[in-house]
């Protein structure tokens, strides 16, 4: 009997309590430094390679009833020819600006809200997560994406070389700030606000499909092969994939949006595109109902490569800093520890 009851004492154990049980399972909340930096990273390498597409996508959408129409690679080329290689990363400079602040914004205020949104269990709904999405779509929006996006598209608009010195010194929009003050100046402030609504609703759905598909995909897929993180290759994969449904939607508000932002406001006269409900019926009636969908080539070739390039550095740089974090806490425990 004496085996059997030194066995007993050695399997007692006690029960783990649910404070015992959420100590270990809940992993530590990444801070707002942690969503800077990795989104940051994340933005500013997928903007570096994907930028010549956005820009194709804009002088596409541009393009009006009566001019020539050309496709993407036309349109590629005619660009290159006329003013140069480094005129397809006109703009970049605005990219750069705002990738920084969108990313940080975009996972940040996602993490809020999912938090905001989950149940007791600490679990989010589907539902809870398409929210949590569609909220920080809009709050990047309204921050930091209007904005730059109109100084962006101003300076993409414009059709002078890189390679001519004095095209060069005549253009009127020059880098970012100097664009945001002369718009703000010429038109008002609130020009850099020009086609906030559509702006609201294609990064509200944007970010809405593109956080729940990669969410529900990475959920299952890490389920079914019982791992904890996805493989460099899944995020790409999962993101690329997540990255293109919203466009598909959405492609007619981009559209607008562009029209909008281009336009520039002068003094007396009634600008042709005034609204978003109303923009859509002048341009399906001038150019067709499949004009709303101008540039979704070059859109879905940038979006889908530029999450599929976001995803997967958002996911590496936040599991490095995380493990440097790790390290740090565990030589702090340990200095700690020896100078007691």
């Known amino acids: 009997m004496a085996p059997s009851t030194a066995t007993a004492t050695l399997d007692l154990k006690a029960p783990d309590t649910p404070a015992t049980q959420k100590a270990v399972s809940t992993p530590k909340k990444k801070t707002f430094v942690h969503h800077l930096i990795a989104g940051g990273a994340a933005g500013f390498v997928e903007s570096s390679i994907c930028h010549p597409l956005d820009t194709i996508k804009t002088r596409m959408q541009l393009r009006q009833a009566g001019g020539s129409t050309h496709g993407l690679f036309m349109t590629a080329f005619r660009i290159v020819q006329k003013e140069s290689f480094p005129a397809?990363?006109?703009?970049?400079?605005?990219?750069?600006?705002?990738?920084?602040?969108?990313?940080?914004?975009?996972?940040?205020?996602?993490?809020?809200?999912?938090?905001?949104?989950?149940?007791?269990?600490?679990?989010?709904?589907?539902?809870?997560?398409?929210?949590?999405?569609?909220?920080?779509?809009?709050?990047?929006?309204?921050?930091?994406?209007?904005?730059?996006?109109?100084?962006?598209?101003?300076?993409?608009?414009?059709?002078?070389?890189?390679?001519?010195?004095?095209?060069?010194?005549?253009?009127?929009?020059?880098?970012?700030?100097q664009t945001a003050v002369v718009v703000a100046r010429e038109e008002g402030i609130g020009a850099l606000y020009k086609g906030v609504v559509p702006t609201v609703m294609r990064q509200g759905i944007n970010q809405a499909v593109n956080f729940t598909t990669y969410q529900a995909v990475k959920t299952a897929w890490l389920e079914r092969q019982q791992r904890k993180e996805l493989l460099p290759w899944e995020s790409m994969l999962f993101g690329g994939l997540s990255g293109g449904l919203g466009p598909l939607v959405n492609n007619p508000l981009d559209v607008v949006k562009t029209r909008l932002q281009k336009q520039r406001i002068v003094e007396g006269q009634l600008p042709k595109y005034r609204?978003?409900?109303?923009?859509?019926?002048?341009?399906?009636?001038?150019?067709?109902?499949?004009?709303?969908?101008?540039?979704?080539?070059?859109?879905?070739?940038?979006?889908?490569?530029?999450?599929?390039?976001?995803?997967?550095?958002?996911?590496?740089?936040?599991?490095?800093?995380?493990?440097?974090?790790?390290?740090?806490?565990?030589?702090?425990?340990?200095t700690a520890s020896i100078a007691r």
């Not at 149940?119 to 997560?129: F, I, L, M, Y």
């Not at 999405?133 to 929006?141: D, I, K, P, R, Y």
């Not at 958002?314 to 702090?332: I, P, Q």
């Open 275 to 334: 609204g978003i409900f109303q923009a859509i019926p002048v341009i399906v009636s001038e150019e067709g109902v499949l004009a709303l969908w101008k540039g979704i080539t070059p859109r879905l070739m940038r979006i889908m490569p530029g999450q599929a390039i976001t995803f997967m550095t958002y996911e590496f740089v936040s599991r490095h800093m995380k493990s440097v974090e790790d390290a740090v806490g565990d030589l702090a425990k340990k």
């Open 88 to 177: 397809l990363y006109k703009g970049l400079t605005a990219v750069y600006m705002g990738i920084v602040p969108k990313m940080a914004v975009r996972f940040s205020s996602f993490e809020a809200y999912k938090s905001y949104l989950a149940g007791a269990d600490g679990k989010v709904s589907p539902v809870g997560t398409f929210l949590a999405g569609l909220g920080s779509g809009v709050t990047e929006a309204v921050l930091v994406v209007t904005p730059a996006e109109v100084c962006k598209i101003r300076l993409q608009a414009q059709f002078h070389s890189m390679a001519d010195p004095v095209q060069l010194a005549n253009r009127k929009y020059r880098n970012v700030l």
